[in-house]
């Protein structure tokens, strides 16, 4: 079955650029979606089509997929930025779901 | 604006079977734009995919839990449904329903999710 590696933890100071990667075979050829958590809440969709922002997306997110890799970028990050994030793409019809990645803005 | 809301047993026996209920408000389950789908996040685990079911009633299942899970719709209710098999303490999670948007479009609206527990 197809798998999505992302890096367990990533740490970002206040202002500085925080990129999340999501590793898997040719998903670049797919597309990737990110996913925001922050505790006790349901997942928000802040990236699809690997590089489009739904409504209401602060600006400073970006996405992008080339190769086995895609990245979520989180330009000026702020403390609300601090949160778990999700990958994910599609396989043979059904999602996939990385690991997760817990942002920390310190 | 679109609402999917979880409901069903918060309590399920180990080797019992977990069963679960999203109904949708604010459009239609027969869109054919969208699947509907389930999702469950273990405490402090990530997100994994159970299955999603389209109008058609044609479905999709994660290969890992294929053969303890059935998706349903009911278009006259605009509900869709969860039933999953011989449960044990590890499918013991926050269990999401939500509406998946056409490849590539990503999950775009979630339910505020149900917590199951297999006990005894």
């Known amino acids: 079955s197809y798998e999505l590696t992302q890096p367990p933890s990533v740490s970002v100071s206040p202002g500085l650029t925080a990129s999340i990667t999501c590793s898997g075979h040719?998903?670049?050829?797919?597309?990737t979606c990110w996913y925001q958590q922050k505790p006790g809440q349901s997942p928000l969709l802040v990236m699809y089509?690997?590089?489009k922002r739904p409504s209401g997306i602060p600006e400073r997110f970006s996405g992008s997929s080339s190769g086995n890799t895609a990245t979520l970028t989180i330009s000026g990050t702020q403390a609300m930025d601090e949160a778990d994030y999700y990958c994910?793409?599609?396989?043979?019809?059904?999602?996939?779901f990385g690991g997760g990645t817990k942002l920390t803005v310190l | 604006q679109l609402q999917v809301q979880e409901s069903g047993p918060g309590l399920v026996k180990p080797s019992e079977t977990l069963s679960l209920t999203c109904s949708v408000s604010?459009?239609?389950?027969?869109?054919?734009?969208?699947?509907w789908g389930w999702i469950r996040q273990p405490p402090g685990k990530g997100l994994e995919w159970i299955g999603s079911?389209?109008?058609?009633?044609?479905?999709y299942y994660n290969p890992s839990l294929n053969s303890r899970v059935t998706i349903s719709i009911d278009t006259s209710k605009n509900q869709f449904s969860l039933k999953l098999t011989s449960v044990t303490v590890a499918d013991r999670a926050v269990y999401f329903c939500?509406?998946?948007?056409?490849?590539?479009?990503?999950?775009?609206?979630w339910g505020r999710g149900a917590l199951v527990t297999v006990s005894s």
């Open positions: 939500a509406r998946v948007a056409m490849v590539g479009l990503g999950v775009d609206y």
């Open positions: 079911i389209y109008y058609t009633e044609k479905t």
């Open positions: 040719k998903l670049g050829d797919k597309y």
């Open positions: 994910q793409a599609w396989d043979s019809g059904s999602v996939v």
């Open positions: 604010g459009g239609s389950i027969s869109s054919s734009s969208h699947h």
């Open positions: 089509q690997d590089t």
